[in-house]
């Protein structure tokens, strides 16, 4: 990396932070350092500092609200960029139409939409995590997915300039889409249904409680960690193969939901990822399907 990290941190003062721990900003509450960390102010200083940046840096990492992702015990060399509190507002364009800054928490939304009378996005409130990680892995539950309700997004590119993309123009699939991974998603346009609050209140009520009953809270997981697999649940190709009491030290399989991996206090990142490893290894042998990661994970392996 032959970044002047003195220049940008002279530039960019607290907004940016070097060898910032990223186990903060993880629910999993794991993960080492990011060589750069950036919290832009606003989008024209995060176009700017793409600009600087893009000449020496190949990839930049993206954190959202840190619910589906598993940072390495060794760090994130590069760039970290996390937006902050100007890139999670919201606002109604039309009756039933709103417009949202990628950070905004997808719970945010479901609420938000609730209180202006928009039915169909009652199940963002059962997503942990932003809007904007939320349409890179299509994200959805309970029959829904953010693709039905998206218009449009806004995006800034690898080259610092802004570009709004249609819901036509991208291809979604399950838990993922075609999006460059050099986009990074600013905003999105939401259209839903126009429907009565009491209504809306009751089908989230149902969502929340569907979740609550089936689903571990309050603590230090990334929420599913692997996709379903052609129609089979993958928490039950787990369970089936009998890993659902797997462990590698502090590092556990969630007993209300065995898709759902706990750092149980004192495990490190590697931990869970060996367990990952060793759970997609067993399920391959006893039922030859090959799972795959709906978790990300990210940094440097050792």
């Known amino acids: 990396m032959n970044l002047n990290t003195d220049y940008l941190q002279k530039k960019y003062g607290k907004n940016l932070i070097l060898s910032e721990n990223l186990s903060k900003y993880s629910w999993f509450n794991l993960g080492g350092p990011a060589d750069i960390f950036f919290r832009p102010k606003d989008k024209d200083q995060l176009k700017e500092f793409i600009n600087e940046i893009r000449k020496d840096i190949n990839e930049i990492n993206i954190l959202g609200a840190g619910s589906n992702t598993l940072i390495r015990d060794t760090g994130v060399k590069g760039v970290v960029i996390k937006l902050g509190s100007k890139f999670s507002d919201l606002r109604l364009l039309e009756k039933d139409t709103i417009e949202v800054g990628a950070a905004t928490l997808d719970k945010k939304v479901a609420d938000f939409a609730k209180s202006n009378g928009i039915s169909n996005m009652e199940f963002l409130s059962c997503i942990p995590g932003s809007i904007g990680g939320a349409i890179v892995m299509n994200s959805g539950c309970y029959g829904s997915e953010i693709s039905e309700i998206l218009q449009s997004i806004k995006v800034i590119d690898d080259k610092g300039s802004e570009k709004e993309i249609k819901n036509e123009e991208i291809n979604f699939y399950y838990r993922g889409t075609n999006l460059p991974k050099n986009y990074i998603i600013i905003s999105a346009k939401l259209k839903g249904l126009l429907n009565s609050k009491q209504k809306i209140e009751e089908k989230q009520n149902l969502l929340i409680k569907r979740k609550k009953d089936s689903q571990p809270s309050q603590i230090k997981t990334g929420g599913s960690t692997f996709k379903n697999s052609d129609g089979t649940k993958a ?65 440097e392996k050792k």
């Open 235 to 299: 928490w039950m190709l787990i369970k089936e193969s009998g890993c659902d009491k797997l462990y590698v030290g502090d590092a556990k399989i969630s007993e209300k939901h065995c898709n759902f991996f706990v750092n149980n206090g004192k495990a490190k990142a590697s931990d869970i990822e060996n367990l990952i490893d060793k759970v997609k290894k067993e399920v391959q042998t006893k039922t030859g399907v090959n799972l795959e990661l709906e978790i990300k994970i990210i940094g």
